[in-house]
């Protein structure tokens, strides 16, 4: 049975490291992860690892609501979390979207 999504909205990012740097910024995203998870708003964050490109990660967060994200994204906290991630970075893009429906696996 679907489970209903609401009106999350998701924002993923896709980061390229650069080489070498890859332990450092699992480091420094954890220690700065709570600028985004203390945020009222968020619902949680997920940093992955591709495992068909070096050097990618893949940051996926929830939000309530699209607006509330938009409102964090411009913040000073949002920019100093910003600030401390940039030097590791090469490239990246970002993609949103509103979850339609979750389906939850039979191990969950």
Known sequence: MPEPAGNVFRVMLRMQIKPGLEH??????????????????NLGQ????STEEDG???IVSDWTNEPLFREF???D???QHRQK????????????????????????
Not at 30 to 36: I, R
Not at 46 to 49: C, D
């Open 24 to 41: 450092d910024f699992e480091k420094v995203w954890l220690e700065v992860g709570d600028s985004v998870t203390t945020h009222p708003a």
């Open 46 to 49: 997920w940093l992955s690892r």
């Open 56 to 58: 990618v990660y893949y």
């Open 73 to 75: 994204e411009t913040s």
């Open 77 to 79: 906290r949002h920019l």
């Open 85 to 108: 991630l940039h030097p590791y970075r090469s490239g990246g893009s970002m993609t949103t979207m509103h979850v339609v429906a979750a389906l939850s696996g039979a191990a969950s």
